[in-house]
């Protein structure tokens, strides 16, 4: 099979293939560095999600910026940065089955530092039969402070299940850790501070207190329990992120580059990216990114290698077969994990290439 040309360093971004995510090195930059001294400036500890890049390139600026280690979701995301050196992972996904905890022991083995998370005692006990007698596995109790997706009902079930993980052969108990419900600060203290408080009380110590997401990253402060935050989306931003005001569209570092393939009416244009390109997410939205030269044109579908975009609303000169245009997707996080490899620019001349390393992996 022929695979395409890579970008080349040097290249203008308006000669490349389409389509293709591009990311900003100066939005990059300052993403990372106005982050990180937001948290410095208040004594949390950064741990930021891969999820959104699967870069180790990415990871290690942010880690040279002043992360203290990194946050994955899959056991196949950890293995891919400890090859690249990392040494402090956080897994955040109840990890269930034989094969993921022969291979989590593996990894544990051979890092330094491996913590995952729990909310119930059927992965409490799945993690304690594959460590007795190993090197201990370190496990945060997961708290479900209102987003409604994994984690303990309430304080109490988080002290309890966190006795459960103190007391299991082969685990030792590491902290509080939740997904928090965006902008609810309120609610996530009350329900750490209740926690600790019931461990303090039993004698057992939680050193970690974890929280995190882009969306309210600037309330984390708030949260004044916690030891750490995280989050993933903040290194990139996306049309989401701009409109829930965490950052503006200036801010957005990827951009997807697509072509215009078709003109079959005045007011259609048709480009060459399609959900295989800017994902299907609509996150609220009633179209599927922002077009940045053409603000009032619409994507208003997306089959897999079409986008179909209504330029009715546009005023002036539009766009004519064979321009390139440049998109704001919807949900970086997704884009991220569609391709191969990351295009870098600064100006718009190719910086270098990244290989999307982490992407594609089941679990």
């Known amino acids: 099979m022929t695979t395409p040309p890579r970008p080349q360093v040097g290249q203008s971004i308006l000669s490349l293939s389409t389509p293709l995510p591009l990311i900003d090195e100066v939005r990059l930059a300052a993403n990372i560095a106005r982050v990180q001294a937001y948290l ?18 990415i990871a290690k600026a942010q880690e040279a910026a002043g992360a203290r280690g990194i946050n994955c979701q899959k056991i196949t995301e950890a293995e891919v940065f400890a090859d690249a050196g990392f040494e402090d992972i956080l897994i955040t996904f109840n990890i269930l089955g034989p094969e993921k905890r022969d291979r989590l022991k593996a990894l544990n083995d051979r890092i330094a530092s491996l913590k995952v998370v729990a909310d119930s005692m059927v992965t409490v006990d799945g993690l304690s039969a594959r460590f007795a007698g190993a090197k201990p596995l370190a496990v945060l109790v997961e708290c479900d402070t209102g987003a409604g997706r994994c984690g303990v009902q309430d304080p109490a079930a988080a002290v309890a299940l966190a006795q459960a993980i103190a007391s299991a052969d082969g685990l030792t108990f590491a902290g509080l850790l939740t997904y928090p419900k965006a902008h609810d600060e309120a609610t996530v203290e009350a329900f750490f501070a ?9 004698g057992i110590p939680c050193p970690i207190v974890s929280h995190g ?73 009633s179209d599927y990114g922002l077009i940045v030269d053409y603000p009032d044109a619409v994507i208003t ?11 009715s609303r546009v005023t002036g000169p539009r766009p004519e077969i064979g321009d390139k245009v440049r998109i704001v997707p919807n949900h970086t996080c997704v884009v991220s994990n569609l391709f191969d490899v990351m295009t870098f620019h600064r100006d718009g001349v190719v910086t270098r290439v990244e290989d999307v390393a982490a992407r594609g992996l089941v679990w």
């Open 40 to 57: 410095d400036s208040h004594g949390l500890a950064f741990r930021p999600h891969i999820k959104t890049h699967k870069i180790p390139a």
């Open 194 to 202: 209740s926690a600790i408080a019931s461990l303090k009380a039993l």
């Open 213 to 285: 997401g882009t969306p309210s990253l600037f309330s984390a402060h708030h949260v004044s329990s916690a030891t750490e935050h995280r989050a993933g989306t903040y290194v990139y931003n996306d049309r989401a992120m701009a409109r829930s005001g965490h950052c503006t569209l200036d801010d957005c570092a990827m951009q997807v580059l697509a072509t215009v393939v078709a003109r079959p009416t005045p007011g259609r244009a048709v480009l060459d990216a399609g959900s295989k390109a800017l994902t299907s997410d609509l996150l609220g939205f």
């Open 301 to 311: 579908g997306l089959s897999e290698e079409h986008g179909v975009v209504d330029l």
